[in-house]
């Protein structure tokens, strides 16, 4: 925990970020980058899972902080498959 913790503070340097969890959405857009295959998973938990660009950006967050504590320098599928299962399901 405490590398996922060094990783980030390297990523942010001085900045008010201090964790994945303080990322805005340009934040995301700089430290979060996905392949082909992750946007597409993530496309469909959005449609199938009724995903808000909010929560978009929070299954990305966390990806991120799963990458870190995995010691990955990018965020794989694996990473993405493992935060979207923490999502609540919506009740229909």
């Known amino acids: 925990m405490e ?3 060094a990783r980030q503070a390297a990523r942010f340097g001085e900045g ?3 964790t994945n969890a ?3 959405p340009t934040q995301v857009r700089d430290h979060c980058p996905i ?3 992750g946007r597409q998973l993530l496309g469909a938990a959005m449609r199938q899972m009724g995903l808000s660009a909010r929560a ?3 299954v990305l967050k966390l990806a991120r902080t799963i990458a870190d504590l995995a010691g990955e320098e990018r965020i794989h599928t694996a990473h993405l498959a493992e935060a979207i299962q923490y999502r609540p399901r919506r009740q229909a």
């Open 56 to 58: 978009y950006h929070r």
């Open 3 to 5: 590398a996922a913790r």
């Open 16 to 18: 008010k970020i201090t």
């Open 22 to 24: 303080n990322m805005g």
């Open 35 to 37: 392949d082909e295959t």
